[in-house]
């Protein structure tokens, strides 16, 4: 049932290229210049005539929404607003007619994210899921949705669904951009090939397997690791440190690069692991700037560069290289390694990979 693999959390890690592609099939169409996602074409005016969109989710689930905003904000241009969606449910929200409530869950089975979209139907807002289960609860109690087509999910540690989440809310973004012209034809055809692409370069970024575990093997005992990332790389800091935590039980934090000298930079000293996330794409000379300061307090440092870097690689302790991909859709390759490594280090610790202590796969209790 596992595949050949140890822990169902490996398996699932690799099954990312086809379920990834599973996602997409038969609603990317990058030769014809289409995206067709049912759920969206139905309501499409709903959409182009929100206000804004909101974004309730829970755990990794409102990891990916975080990434959504970002890229529907910057595809799209609709003001995007994510919650976590156990603060959103008891902080008596602002919630009008013309909000869509995204709604993205896993399992589908959540109780906070369920209380979110019930509340938010109350208010009259339209409610769209993104869920993997499929008949769950939540994906029954939305008015309209996209499942993920990731299979199975059975590590409690969330993996695939990270990534599918991440791509059915990218080509929603970009079918809001087709709609509104808010991006340029040759932009908006550039990502359909970029996106159809993807699964082979996850593929590659799946061979750094070896020095994931080879970089595990260093950091095994670490009390502490902090992730670092800028912009669409923000979050995947914070879901990189949430896999650590989750399964290795080493405690980890995720902040936006620059924030660091805001405090946490008081933290680092030579015992230090810094995971930064630094591709080429992204914000690229500032994150230099933030490896270096790192650098002069003697962190320990672990950076995830595009193939072929040699500024990141000269300053670093360790490096993992994935493929080249526009800044944008970059979280869907930068994650992978980052997956690796927590499930390398809390393999070496002797942890319960698939079933951590205190955790369960669906959270139905608030
Ligand atoms: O099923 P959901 O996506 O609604 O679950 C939300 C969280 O409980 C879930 O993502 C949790 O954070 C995972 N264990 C993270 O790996």
């Known amino acids: 049932e596992k595949g050949g693999y140890d822990h169902f959390m490996l398996k699932e890690i690799y099954e990312q290229p086809n379920v990834i592609k599973d996602t997409y099939r038969g609603r990317l169409h990058a030769n014809k210049g289409l995206i067709q996602m049912a759920g969206i074409e139905d309501n499409l005016e709903k959409f182009l005539n929100a206000d804004r969109i909101l974004i309730v989710a829970c755990g990794t689930s409102w990891h990916a929404g975080l990434v959504a905003e970002y890229i529907i904000e910057e595809f799209a241009r609709i003001p995007v607003e994510v919650e976590y969606a156990s603060e959103f449910r008891y902080r008596n929200p602002i919630i009008n007619k013309n909000d869509v409530v995204?709604?993205?869950?896993?399992?589908?089975?959540?109780?906070?994210?369920?209380?979110?979209?019930?509340?938010?139907?109350e208010k009259g807002a339209f409610v769209f899921g993104v869920c993997n289960v499929v008949g769950s609860s939540i994906s029954r109690e939305t008015h309209a949705g996209a499942y993920t087509h990731a299979g199975p999910e059975i590590g409690v540690a969330s993996t695939k669904a990270f990534t599918t989440q991440i791509t059915v809310l990218t080509m929603i973004a970009l079918r809001l951009a087709k709609a509104k012209g808010t991006l340029s034809n040759s932009d908006f055809h550039r990502y359909l090939q970029e996106l159809e692409l993807i699964p082979e370069k996850v593929a590659e970024a799946l061979t750094t397997n070896d020095k994931a575990k080879e970089i595990a093997a260093k950091f095994k005992d670490a009390p502490n690791c902090l992730y670092l990332g800028r912009g669409y790389n923000f979050p995947v800091a914070l879901e990189g440190a949430l896999k650590l935590k989750e399964i290795s039980y080493i405690h980890a934090e995720g902040y936006p690069a620059a924030e660091m000298k805001h405090g946490p930079i008081a933290l680092i000293d030579?015992?230090?692991?810094?995971?930064?996330i630094a591709p080429k794409q992204?914000?690229?000379d500032k994150v230099v700037s933030n490896i270096q300061e790192i650098k002069s307090r003697s962190g320990k440092i672990i950076a995830v560069v595009t193939k072929g870097d040699t500024q990141v690689r000269e300053l670093a302790d360790y490096v993992i290289e994935i493929p080249n991909t526009s800044d944008a859709l970059s979280p869907l390759l930068t994650t992978i390694p980052l997956q690796l490594l927590s499930y390398h280090i809390a393999v070496m610790r002797g942890c319960n990979v698939d079933q951590p202590r205190n955790l369960a796969k669906s959270v139905t209790v608030e």
Do not use: F, R, W
Request: aromatic share 4%.
């Open 102 to 121: 995204i709604a993205i869950s896993q399992s589908g089975e959540t109780a906070d994210t369920l209380a979110a979209i019930k509340l938010s139907k």
């Open 270 to 276: 030579e015992h230090m692991p810094v995971v930064v």
């Open 282 to 284: 992204g914000h690229y």
